[in-house]
């Protein structure tokens, strides 16, 4: 996959790119990120990409031909384009899960006010990281770039992101790792039984027990089977819940 980021702060999302799995995950080619600078496609005296806004009030606006002319450059008939703003769907796991599968991806940060709202009727798609409003894209863009990669082929263990929160439709069970025991506060038994099936067994129960206390609404819809229900209803008792 190539993702390309159009943003008229690039140094602002270099550095995710020099650390830990996303580092490895470039410096090997498990994906491709060309971080583009917007004011390389000005048509403007000093690089100027931004204005007031037509009709007045606060704040600038970003333009639309510089954002034009790097899509006419960029995309091709496999690109995704995506414009990062409040006003776009809510971006998920289910959503990154969907978008693994493309070749080439654009992520168009905003700043400011916003941008001009003819670069809106150029994109594929809108995408809000939340319901709040950040300065700008920038940080919509590193999430959605990160949430991608590490679902690249050898970036990290398949078996790990497919236990992760949400890829299957629950919150993750609980980790624990060493000392076993410290200031009163232990590991449960039965990670150190050596018993796959109960291991397996108990964090299947916490998994549901996480989703069924903190996220119950990842439940409605979810397909459980037998084993589940039973859970659920240990889980019930055990929370005191009635339904
Ligand atoms: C200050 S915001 C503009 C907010 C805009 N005036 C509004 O009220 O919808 C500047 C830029 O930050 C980005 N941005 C802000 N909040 C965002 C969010 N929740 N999700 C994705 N992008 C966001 C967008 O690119 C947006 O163009």
Known sequence: MRIDIITIFPEMIKPMFNESIMKRAVLQNLIEINVIDLRDYSVLKHNKVDDTPYGGGAGMVLQFPPFYLALKNLRNEQTHVMLTSPRGKTFNQQRAIELQQKQHIIILCGHYEGIDERVHDMVDEEVSIGDYVLTGGEL???????????????????????????????????????????????????????????????????????????????????????EDIKMLEEIKKESNIKE
């Open 140 to 226: 919509a863009a590193m999430v959605i770039t990160d949430a991608l990669a590490r679902l690249q082929d050898g970036v990290i263990k398949k078996d790990s992101y497919e236990q992760d929160s949400f890829h299957m439709g629950l919150l993750e069970h609980p980790h624990y790792t060493k000392p076993f025991s410290y200031e009163g506060k232990e590991v449960p038994e039965v990670l150190t039984s050596g018993n796959h099936k109960e291991i397996d067994r108990w964090r299947r129960y916490q998994s549901l027990k996480q989703t069924f206390l903190k996220r119950p609404d990842l439940l409605n819809g979810f397909p459980l089977d037998k």
